[in-house]
Structure formats: structure tokens, C-alpha cells
């Protein structure tokens, strides 16, 4: 899975318990800004993949390294937690929930080195003579790859959809600040 796998996948649930909370209870503080979600369910894609398999390729030989650990997971869950305690601000706990939504998205757990790092010991390597283009390139042919995604992709559309995204506009206002129509806020910062 990839970055329209991952983001529409959590968007979608994401939306949908959103609105279900807003119907029954409502929000005290304002109306969870889903951005964060969708930017916690990429994240650790973006970091792993740049670190070890562009920037340190020749050391980790691997994709899912420290953002994809349990570990590092708890780590920010816990961070959030404190931040929503605290502060009230519940950014960052969606972030962690979208990194926890990836790490069960890629079952992790069949990788156990890797989700129970460090404690089984360093990250696996997974040597490959391909290069990271030609690893890409591979990617791109397969079936199953553009599968998830088009899947991802028709998630994400239809929870924005369903969230009262029906325009550039809309689009570019929620992309920009976080505004959602059918929630009726201007500024999206608190769960």
C-alpha cells in the first residue's frame, strides 16, 4: 500500500465517526481537524522510504524501519495523549491514530523485527539488486498496487464527499485550514 491506500482507508472511517459524534454529542471544542489523520497515515511511508531506501540505502536495505515500529508508534500515541490532556489539542493524538491505522494497514506484525523493534534485535535487510527506480518501476506494473490505490482513492473521495467537500473550493479550504461544509466550522483544531 501507498499514499492514496493509506489516506483514503483512514478518511474514510476517520469521516464517518466524525460525523456519527457530531450527531449524537457534538463537539464542546470545535471539530477534529481530519488533516492530521490522513497526514499521520503517509508518514511513515515518507520518512522510512526516504531514509532507507534513498538516503541510507546501502545501510537499512529496507523500507520499514523506525516509523514502522510499535515502539515509535506508542511513542507519539503518547505524545498525543498528553498534548489533548493538557493542551486540549487532539492534533496530534489523530496523527497517531493515523500512524497506528498504517501500521495495521501493512501488518506490520508479520514483520516482527520490525514491529518489536528494537527489542528481536537490528531491522532486517532486504537486499535487492534493483535500484530504488527499478524497485518503483516494479511497483507501477503490478495489478494489485493500482488496485489499493484506485480503492484508496474512491475512500478518500467518497468521505470527502460525504463530509460536504463538493467543490475546488471546499477542497482547497480543507486542504489549506481544515474547513469541512457539513461540520459548519471555519477552523478545524480540536477533537
Known amino acids: 500500500m501507498f499514499l492514496l491506500a493509506h489516506a483514503g482507508f483512514i478518511l474514510a472511517p476517520a469521516a464517518g465517526m466524525t460525523l456519527w459524534w457530531k450527531k449524537s454529542r457534538g463537539f464542546r471544542r470545535g471539530t477534529p481537524d481530519l488533516r492530521w489523520i490522513v497526514a499521520g497515515a503517509v508518514f511513515p511511508d515518507l520518512v522510512d522510504k526516504t531514509l532507507g531506501q534513498v538516503l541510507f540505502h546501502s545501510y537499512f536495505q529496507n523500507g520499514r524501519i523506525f516509523m514502522h515500529t510499535f515502539l515509535v508508534t506508542l511513542l507519539f500515541l503518547l505524545a498525543g ?45 532486504h537486499p535487492s539488486s534493483q535500484s530504488f527506480l527499478e524497485q518503483v518501476l516494479d511497483y507501477l506494473r503490478d495489478a494489485l498496487f493500482w488496485l489499493q490505490e484506485a480503492a484508496g482513492a474512491a475512500a478518500m473521495i467518497l468521505a470527502l464527499r460525504a463530509l460536504g467537500i463538493s467543490s475546488k473550493r471546499d477542497l482547497r479550504d480543507f486542504l489549506r485550514v481544515g474547513t469541512l461544509p457539513s461540520l459548519k466550522a471555519t477552523r478545524l483544531e480540536e477533537v
Open 81 to 125: 495523549l498528553w498534548s489533548w490532556r493538557l493542551h486540549g489539542d487532539g492534533r496530534p493524538l489523530l496523527f497517531a491514530a493515523g500512524m497506528l491505522s498504517h501500521l495495521i494497514l501493512d501488518r506490520i506484525w508479520a514483520e516482527p523485527i520490525t514491529a518489536f523493534w528494537p527489542s528481536l534485535g537490528a531491522f532486517a535487510r
